[in-house]
């Protein structure tokens, strides 16, 4: 929360108080909420897949991979990606792959709630159907990986009306919002790590970040998108 006299006050679950002149806020999913952006941003409820594929030593050297694949008719289906496979990692018995967009295939999935209300409203359980559907995506296209599922795991994407990332000094430039990146912030963490250092700590950027400023988005918003 702010309190007067420009000063940043956080409360922790634990009830320490800290107190600091400017703050940074990055709460992934759950930024129309807590940065008051009502509808701005969208979640959509992502799956991740382990399949254990026939000969596992053969996805040891794989690279990490995207493929935009086309359907069976012919339409752009989402980008699939994967990863080599990584003992020591999480459901290391399979590979993990997942989709990227949800295509204009039909493929983003079985589920009604790909978009859900709040992200505490996500529904994590993942439905035989979405798992099916994964392996009838994957099947024509690596043939040895779409065995049997060992995993699925849910998370969420937050979405800007086109598709980039968020990040603006709030009104007053106490506080920054950052975070919502649409799927693809991860890799661009040391970037936008100066880029939030630059503006908490002397509220500009010689970085051009006027396509992520909340009234651009807007007005994105404004013209239809998302
Ligand atoms: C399935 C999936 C695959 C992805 N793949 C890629 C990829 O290949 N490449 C890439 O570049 N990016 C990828 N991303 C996106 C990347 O994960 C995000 O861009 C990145 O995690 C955003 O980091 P963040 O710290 O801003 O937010 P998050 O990692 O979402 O962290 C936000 C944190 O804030 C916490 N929080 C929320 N509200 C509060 C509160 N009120 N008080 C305290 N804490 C709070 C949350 O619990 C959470 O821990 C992927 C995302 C998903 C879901």
């Known amino acids: 929360?702010?309190?007067?006299?420009?000063?940043?006050?956080?409360?922790?679950?634990?009830?320490?108080?800290?107190?600091?002149a400017k703050g940074v806020l990055s709460v992934g999913a759950w930024a129309n909420e807590v940065y008051g952006f009502e509808d701005l941003l969208k979640v959509e409820r992502r799956v991740l897949h382990w399949f254990k594929p026939s000969d596992l030593e053969l996805y040891r050297n794989l690279p990490v991979w995207i493929w935009q694949y086309e359907t069976g008719s012919g339409k752009q289906g989402a980008a699939l990606y994967g990863f080599p496979h990584q003992p020591g990692y999480s459901h290391a018995e399979g590979v993990k792959i997942a989709r990227h967009g949800l295509g204009k295939d039909g493929s983003g999935g079985t589920k009604d709630n790909l978009f859900p209300e709040s992200p505490n409203e996500l529904d994590r359980d993942v439905e035989e159907g979405e798992i099916e559907l994964m392996k009838s995506?994957?099947?024509?296209?690596l043939p040895t990986l779409a065995g049997e599922s060992v995993?699925?795991?849910?998370?969420m994407y937050t979405m800007t009306p086109n598709?980039?990332?968020l990040v603006d000094l709030k009104p007053g430039g106490k506080v920054v919002y950052v975070s919502p990146c649409s799927g693809h912030g991860f890799k661009m963490v040391p970037c936008m790590g100066?880029?939030?250092a630059d503006l908490a700590m002397n509220g500009r950027t010689e970085y051009d970040i006027s396509f992520m400023g909340v009234e651009e988005l807007r007005k994105w918003k404004g013209k239809g998108a998302k």
């Open 151 to 155: 995993a699925t795991e849910t998370c």
């Open 163 to 165: 598709e980039d990332f």
């Open 137 to 141: 995506i994957v099947g024509p296209l």
């Open 1 to 20: 929360g702010e309190e007067g006299y420009g000063k940043f006050v956080v409360e922790t679950s634990s009830g320490e108080t800290l107190r600091a």
């Open 194 to 196: 100066e880029i939030v």
